[in-house]
T-cell receptor, first 111, second 114 residues
Framework: DAKTTQPPSMDCAEGRAANLPCNHS???????VYWYRQIHSQGPQYIIH???NNETNEMASLIITEDRKSSTLILPHATLRDTAVYYC????????????FGGGTRLMVKP | EAQVTQNPRYLITVTGKKLTVTCSQN?????MSWYRQDPGLGLRQIYY???????DKGDVPEGYKVSRKEKRNFPLILESPSPNQTSLYFC?????????????FGSGTRLTVV
């Protein structure tokens, strides 16, 4: 699996967009980008995933650069409940069973 | 409500006293797994099961056992707990090995072994 690099922490004002970057410069053509988050000591929660095209769901948007070497998770209107650690994971969609979480980005949404 | 239920949420035990952490899912998922989470080490997989009576080791299986006698249940057994097994444990399930986004995690079990 491709290695990912995320900033260890970020702050965001409540109601503003939170843009969380992820570098995955060694990503291969068949690897997907996934985002999970973990609110303090709770189980990780799936957010979104994508391969090449930008994706949007009710929680977030995922922007993947054309060369696929980096991506950005966007929470359009961050709330205090979005304070969590956000994990970017790169993996083949049919690679099997294991999720490998790196250090992630600790997002602090402030009033 | 679709969910993965772990029990107990908190457990303090003594070294060597066998314990079981239960995990149950109500989504008819085939795949279930156990992870432990430690500061600075992230989430690491302990065991997984692809279906009833099918289990396999993850990254850190030493000191743990699992069983999958029914589809919905996947208990984690510590036959002789040691202090290095003090950790936050998560059970997860998904419809199958893919797609990856189908993972649902339980709320966690915080285990302390003294």
């Amino acid at each position: 699996d491709a290695k990912t690099t995320q900033p260890p922490s970020m702050d965001c004002a409540e109601g503003r967009a939170a843009n969380l970057p992820c570098n995955h410069s060694t990503i291969s053509g068949n690897e997907y980008v996934y985002w999970y988050r973990q609110i303090h000591s709770q189980g990780p929660q799936y957010i979104i995933h994508g391969l090449k095209n930008n994706e949007t769901n009710e929680m977030a948007s995922l922007i993947i650069t054309e060369d696929r070497k980096s991506s950005t998770l966007i929470l359009p209107h961050a709330t205090l409940r979005d304070t969590a650690v956000y994990y970017c994971i790169v993996r083949y969609n049919n690679a099997g069973n294991m999720l490998t979480f790196g250090g992630g980005t600790r997002l602090m949404v402030k009033p | 409500e679709a969910q993965v239920t772990q029990n107990p949420r908190y457990l303090i035990t003594v070294t060597g006293k066998k314990l079981t952490v239960t995990c149950s899912q109500n989504m008819n998922h085939e795949y279930m797994s156990w992870y432990r989470q430690d500061p600075g080490l992230g989430l690491r997989q302990i065991y997984y099961s692809m279906n009833v009576e099918v289990t396999d080791k993850g990254d850190v299986p030493e000191g743990y056992k699992v069983s999958r006698k029914e589809k919905r249940n996947f208990p984690l057994i510590l036959e002789s707990p040691s202090p290095n097994q003090t950790s936050l444990y998560f059970c997860a399930s998904s419809p199958g090995l893919q797609p990856l986004y189908g993972y649902t995690f339980g709320s966690g079990t915080r285990l302390t072994v003294v």
